[in-house]
């Protein structure tokens, strides 16, 4: 007894088994995480660490470069970035995408540890932070007012001290950038004429405000019944109390503060400014631990942004200026809205074929039963919810449907041709077709087997994928073996004709005339007549198959853009410009205003942000809702770019926001690669110039970015140590000197309102704009056992050099990066062609170049894809053979693959499609698909043949495809319209969505189309040596 009688005989426990895998399905539904893609990205720690006063280079060899070297031989290491610039340097260690992010953090701090000791005096403790230190917010916040006496810096202030701690709360979030001011400080302006006057130097000013403004707990005093605490409370209260420190006694009078420098609590010197739709604001970004879920960190903005607006004090305003999950929330429900689509249109085309609301159940129940068990699987593999396993539910529509077709319509053909009641029709349909469903399960299923076994980013991607389908196969398969011979026993009931010879038998049907029917006999009766015809010249139809296939191939190697996702409307724009280096806020603000102005025009904005910061600034342009607009936003940027490039003096540049899948830095460009070297800087910055012009010249890259920089001049400073030494002046005194008189110096804190303030010490800007004004600082110094004032320019020289802004690593080498968005109509895969041509042609020895970003993970899908196929026509060519025990039949049946796939790339061709991760995706899908028609006819062949061996073969394969037409014509269609609206997708992420229906669809429609005739004339040929043998014994 097999599994389908059991449950004919036994249909409670039929549906017993059915309930429970719907209710553990729906269950598991509710664990289940929404994300817009696999969690794929590469765990990244960044490691920041300060050396206050030192140059790029200096950081580099002192800071960076221990750090690297210590840090390379962590396990799972994939790559590690730096940056070397003043003061600062900012390693980045990318992990490959299994690695524990938290096992990789404390192995960070253990190897940060060991090598503190190498690392200067002066260098601050390394900041380790789960996330990429240039990162980009997923949301920007806008905090801005409408009352003009209301500054930036008390915005800053508040966003500082109360909204920064209340949006790092939030789970999932790795810091808050705030740009737009920097806040009020007290400021101590040092007046150097004064300072010498009364022989006050920096370091004295720098002592006295540390030692007189403390706030030290002294303990308690206990009594007989209660202790009281006893704090010494010596803090600084005001402004007023600033000016009245004590620096030191001059013979009978006290030098205070406010003798040698002016004092005030002001807004401290802009380092960048915000403006949200055109007024001045705070932006506050939201950065993303490298591993945490977008939505997530969205759904918690959204619950505490009502009691974080309350509480705003007056006149202040909280907004949401640019929140990137928009686009991933609003994909993610058009995708919800495709699968109740699909689910509509194979409803109709069920009811079409069957005209049967009974007949119509059988197949139709399966849909929900497979896809609710299907959540089990997610949840059990660790997966979630997301666009790539939800487009595999929507495929799978189309899909769960076949076996219970198949199963439904052998018993209906048993009951029709023979006479036979459901429950014996069942018994003997469910017997003859059960080979052939397990058979066309398997083989779907082996086609995603060899996904499971790539690696890398693209990989996992594609194994969640192929398991959410393959796993709503399997559950579809079984379905049809059990519950559907089921329904069809005791659901099924006979229409009982006049007695003339009860010659036919139909289903009682809500309608008593198929009115298909007649239509779909037409059509049969037609396909019969054509294929006898065509049988006569087999020959030929192989061989325009095989052209046909030649054509397909071509046109996807030669004419097909290839790239690592379609470029998607995503709802906004991001616009930036590089500036020449050495420009001050105020002069940038006058060109992103214009390019403020430019955006402005868009017919369709929602919002803008602005960020005026070095070393580029960026404008985010909000569109309205995709319902809302007829343009998207690759139109809105193509017209918008013209102006942009017309702007005099800077290099503006407009694109799209890419997905999470480019990587999430501030720079999110379409191609972009990496130059290094052991050479020096100067021969680096010379090479990637070259490679510039040129890549400029072949009009494939509009603009390019780099991080390479140009030089800034730097003061560098040289001490006469024998005079410094002559005159009792020691160098750490000359360094604290400088940088209170250039930088300025933090050198205590202010406490106001319950709020703390730094408080700096510097020089006016007036009194230090040129090496001259050296003359006006003085260092304290002894001669002749006399304590004396000592001007800075009796014992320094200052000498001019060109220095980098920053420079930069790539796996510890020093690297340039070059990046930037494609022309129209060119294909990420021709920017990579040409770039290793020019880079083989121009670059020199000792310099390499190497792919990153989204064109290294392009290159990875690349190689990943053709190892797929590869594997997956392997794997179904083996277990059809197991299943047919023979080696032939199973080249007979992926005779259709090829046809199939060249339907498929011609289909792309003429609508504009590429070859990216979604449409090979639908590539994959169609090699299990389309294989399904072969064995349904082979097997069927088979079955005739050994039942009635005085056949010919063309006479066994024709009944045979004639036998099979109904169920392939009825699940192609159900696949088809399945994928229907995929191919009419509008919204949020309709391009990618569009290339798997186009795909699916058009190589549904031509495979099977080729099926019908191609396989009948292969198996003659194929199998007429084996077949015509055993006939000729008989």
């Known amino acids: 007894m097999n599994l389908s009688e059991l449950c004919i005989r036994r249909p409670v426990l039929s549906i017993v088994m059915t309930l429970l895998m719907v209710i553990v399905g729906a269950v598991s539904y509710t664990y289940l995480q929404l994300r817009q893609f696999p969690q794929v990205e590469r765990p990244i720690i960044s490691v920041t660490t300060t050396y206050e006063g030192a140059s790029p280079q200096i950081v580099e060899s002192r800071i960076t470069k221990p750090l690297e070297s210590a840090l390379a031989g962590i396990e799972g290491v994939e790559f590690i970035t730096s940056i070397s610039e003043s003061e600062n340097s900012r390693i980045n260690l990318n992990f490959k995408p299994d690695r524990d992010i938290d096992a990789a953090a404390s192995d960070v701090r253990e190897k940060i540890g060991r090598v503190r000791m190498r690392l200067p005096e002066g260098a601050r403790d390394s900041l380790i932070k789960k996330s990429d230190a240039d990162a980009a917010a997923i949301i920007y916040l806008a905090l801005s007012s409408d009352n003009p006496e209301i500054g930036t810096a008390e915005l800053y202030d508040y966003a500082h001290h109360y909204l920064e701690n209340e949006f790092e709360s939030i789970g999932g979030v790795a810091a808050i950038e705030l740009f737009g001011s920097n806040g009020n400080m007290v400021h101590i302006w040092l007046d150097p004429v004064k300072m010498a006057a009364y022989n006050v130097t920096t370091h004295e000013v720098s002592a006295a405000l540390r030692q007189q403004n403390v706030h030290?707990?002294?303990?308690?005093?206990?009594?007989?019944?209660?202790?009281?605490?006893?704090?010494?409370?010596?803090?600084?209260?005001?402004?007023?109390?600033?000016?009245?420190?004590?620096?030191?006694?001059?013979?009978?009078?006290?030098?205070?503060?406010?003798?040698?420098?002016?004092?005030?609590?002001?807004?401290?010197?802009?380092?960048?400014?915000?403006?949200?739709?055109?007024?001045?604001?705070?932006?506050?970004?939201?950065?993303?631990?490298?591993?945490?879920?977008?939505?997530?960190?969205?759904?918690?903005?959204?619950?505490?942004?009502?009691?974080?607006?309350?509480?705003?004090?007056?006149?202040?305003?909280?907004?949401i200026a640019y929140d990137k999950t928009i686009y991933i929330d609003q994909s993610l429900k058009e995708v919800y809205k495709t699968f109740f689509e699909a689910t509509g249109f194979v409803l109709v085309i069920i009811l079409l074929f069957l005209w049967s609301f009974r007949a119509s159940l059988v197949p139709l129940v399966t849909i929900p039963i497979c896809v609710i068990s299907t959540f089990t699987l997610l949840y059990i593999f660790g997966f979630s919810l997301n666009t790539l396993t939800l487009l595999a539910i929507v495929l799978a529509i189309g899909l769960v449907v076949d076996d219970a077709i198949v199963m439904m319509e052998n018993i209906y053909r048993y009951m029709d041709e023979e006479g036979l009641s459901p429950l014996e029709a069942a018994f003997k349909g469910s017997k003859e077709i059960s080979f052939a469903i397990i058979a066309m399960t398997l083989t779907l299923a082996a086609v995603y087997a060899p996904i499971a076994l790539s690696q890398g980013v693209i990989g996992k991607m594609f194994t969640e994928f192929a398991l959410t389908l393959a796993g709503s196969v399997i559950i579809s398969g079984f379905v049809a073996l059990t519950l559907s011979p089921m329904m069809c026993a005791h659901l099924l009931r006979p229409h009982k004709l006049p007695e003339e010879g009860k010659k036919r038998r139909r289903l009682?049907?809500?309608?008593?005339?198929?009115?298909?029917?007649?239509?779909?006999?037409?059509?049969?009766?037609?396909?019969?007549?054509?294929?006898?015809?065509?049988?006569?010249?087999?020959?030929?139809?192989?061989?325009?198959?095989?052209?046909?296939?030649?054509?397909?191939?071509?046109?996807?190697?030669?004419?097909?853009?290839?790239?690592?996702?379609?470029?998607?409307?995503?709802?906004?724009?991001?616009?930036?410009?590089?500036?020449?280096?050495?420009?001050?806020?105020?002069?940038?603000?006058?060109?992103?205003?214009?390019?403020?102005?430019?955006?402005?025009?868009?017919?369709?904005?929602?919002?803008?942000?602005?960020?005026?910061?070095?070393?580029?600034?960026?404008?985010?342009?909000?569109?309205?809702?995709?319902?809302?607009?007829?343009?998207?936003s690759l139109e809105i940027i193509e017209e918008i770019r013209p102006k942009l490039r017309a702007i005099p003096g800077i290099n503006a540049y407009a694109s799209p926001g890419r997905t999470l899948l480019s990587g999430g830095g501030k720079t999110e460009e379409s191609i972009q690669f990496v130059l290094q070297t052991t050479k020096s800087q100067s021969e680096l910055d010379a090479a990637s110039e070259i490679l510039e012009r040129a890549l400029r010249q072949e009009r494939i890259i509009p603009y390019l970015i780099t991080d390479r920089g140009e030089d800034t001049q730097e003061y560098i400073v040289e001490i006469n140590r024998d005079k410094a030494?002559?005159?009792?002046?020691?160098?750490?005194?000359?360094?604290?000197?400088?940088?209170?008189?250039?930088?300025?110096?933090?050198?205590?804190?202010?406490?106001?309102?319950?709020?703390?303030?730094?408080?700096?010490?510097?020089?006016?800007?007036?009194?230090?704009?040129?090496?001259?004004?050296?003359?006006?600082?003085?260092?304290?110094?002894?001669?002749?056992?006399?304590?004396?004032?000592?001007?800075?320019?009796?014992?320094?020289?200052?000498?001019?050099?060109?220095?980098?802004?920053?420079?930069?690593?790539?796996?510890?080498?020093?690297?340039?990066?070059?990046?930037?968005?494609?022309?129209?109509?060119?294909?990420?895969?021709?920017?990579?062609?040409?770039?290793?041509?020019?880079?083989?042609?121009?670059?020199?020895?000792?310099?390499?170049?190497?792919?990153?970003?989204?064109?290294?993970?392009?290159?990875?899908?690349?190689?990943?894809?053709?190892?797929?196929?590869?594997?997956?026509?392997?794997?179904?060519?083996?277990?059809?053979?197991?299943?047919?025990?023979?080696?032939?039949?199973?080249?007979?049946?992926?005779?259709?693959?090829?046809?199939?796939?060249?339907?498929?790339?011609?289909?792309?061709?003429?609508?504009?499609?590429?070859?990216?991760?979604?449409?090979?995706?639908?590539?994959?899908?169609?090699?299990?698909?389309?294989?399904?028609?072969?064995?349904?006819?082979?097997?069927?062949?088979?079955?005739?043949?050994?039942?009635?061996?005085?056949?010919?073969?063309?006479?066994?394969?024709?009944?045979?495809?004639?036998?099979?037409?109904?169920?392939?014509?009825?699940?192609?269609?159900?696949?088809?319209?399945?994928?229907?609206?995929?191919?009419?997708?509008?919204?949020?992420?309709?391009?990618?969505?569009?290339?798997?229906?186009?795909?699916?669809?058009?190589?549904?429609?031509?495979?099977?189309?080729?099926?019908?005739?191609?396989?009948?004339?292969?198996?003659?040929?194929?199998?007429?040596?084996?077949?015509?043998?055993?006939?000729?014994?008989?």
């Not at 506050?284 to 705003?312: F, T, Y």
């Not at 403020?596 to 960020?611: A, D, G, H, M």
């Open 725 to 1034: 030494g002559l005159l009792g002046v020691d160098v750490a005194t000359i360094g604290e000197t400088f940088d209170t008189f250039v930088s300025g110096r933090r050198v205590t804190d202010f406490k106001k309102d319950s709020e703390q303030f730094d408080v700096v010490a510097s020089v006016a800007t007036d009194q230090k704009r040129s090496p001259n004004d050296l003359s006006n600082m003085f260092v304290k110094g002894r001669f002749r056992d006399r304590e004396v004032m000592v001007p800075l320019s009796n014992i320094v020289t200052l000498k001019k050099e060109n220095i980098p802004i920053q420079i930069n690593h790539y796996n510890q080498l020093r690297s340039v990066t070059l990046s930037g968005e494609l022309a129209p109509g060119i294909s990420l895969g021709q920017a990579v062609e040409t770039f290793e041509k020019l880079s083989a042609e121009i670059l020199p020895e000792g310099i390499r170049a190497e792919f990153s970003g989204e064109t290294k993970k392009f290159l990875e899908a690349r190689y990943t894809i053709y190892l797929i196929f590869g594997l997956a026509l392997i794997f179904i060519y083996l277990v059809m053979a197991a299943q047919f025990e023979s080696f032939v039949d199973p080249f007979i049946i992926m005779f259709t693959v090829p046809l199939s796939l060249s339907g498929a790339l011609i289909t792309l061709k003429l609508v504009g499609g590429s070859i990216n991760i979604y449409s090979q995706i639908g590539l994959i899908t169609l090699i299990g698909l389309i294989t399904k028609h072969g064995i349904l006819i082979v097997e069927f062949s088979n079955q005739i043949l050994d039942k009635e061996k005085n056949l010919t073969l063309v006479e066994a394969v024709t009944r045979a495809a004639l036998l099979r037409l109904r169920p392939i014509l009825m699940t192609t269609a159900a696949m088809v319209l399945g994928a229907v609206p995929l191919v009419i997708a509008t919204g949020a992420g309709a391009e990618s969505r569009r290339q798997i229906g186009w795909v699916v669809a058009g190589g549904m429609m031509i495979g099977t189309l080729f099926t019908l005739f191609v396989i009948p004339a292969v198996y003659t040929f194929l199998s007429s040596r084996r077949k015509r043998e055993r006939q000729e014994e008989i």
């Open 216 to 319: 030290i707990p002294a303990g308690r005093l206990v009594g007989d019944n209660r202790e009281v605490m006893v704090t010494t409370a010596a803090n600084l209260k005001s402004i007023k109390e600033f000016k009245n420190v004590i620096l030191h006694r001059e013979k009978d009078y006290l030098v205070k503060l406010e003798d040698v420098a002016r004092v005030d609590f002001s807004p401290a010197e802009d380092r960048s400014l915000a403006r949200f739709n055109g007024k001045p604001a705070i932006s506050i970004g939201l950065i993303k631990k490298s591993i945490a879920n977008p939505l997530q960190i969205a759904e918690e903005l959204d619950a505490l942004l009502p009691a974080v607006k309350q509480n705003l004090p007056k006149d202040f305003k909280l907004a």
């Open 508 to 632: 009682n049907t809500l309608l008593e005339v198929n009115r298909f029917d007649p239509y779909y006999q037409k059509l049969e009766n037609g396909y019969g007549v054509l294929l006898r015809k065509l049988m006569s010249v087999k020959g030929m139809v192989v061989g325009a198959a095989i052209g046909f296939s030649v054509v397909g191939g071509i046109i996807g190697a030669k004419f097909l853009p290839s790239e690592l996702t379609p470029q998607e409307d995503q709802g906004l724009i991001n616009a930036g410009a590089m500036i020449p280096q050495g420009a001050t806020i105020q002069y940038m603000s006058q060109y992103v205003a214009e390019m403020e102005r430019i955006l402005q025009e868009i017919p369709e904005l929602s919002s803008q942000l602005s960020t005026i910061v070095q070393p580029s600034p960026l404008i985010w342009t909000l569109l309205v809702d995709w319902k809302d607009r007829k343009r998207s």
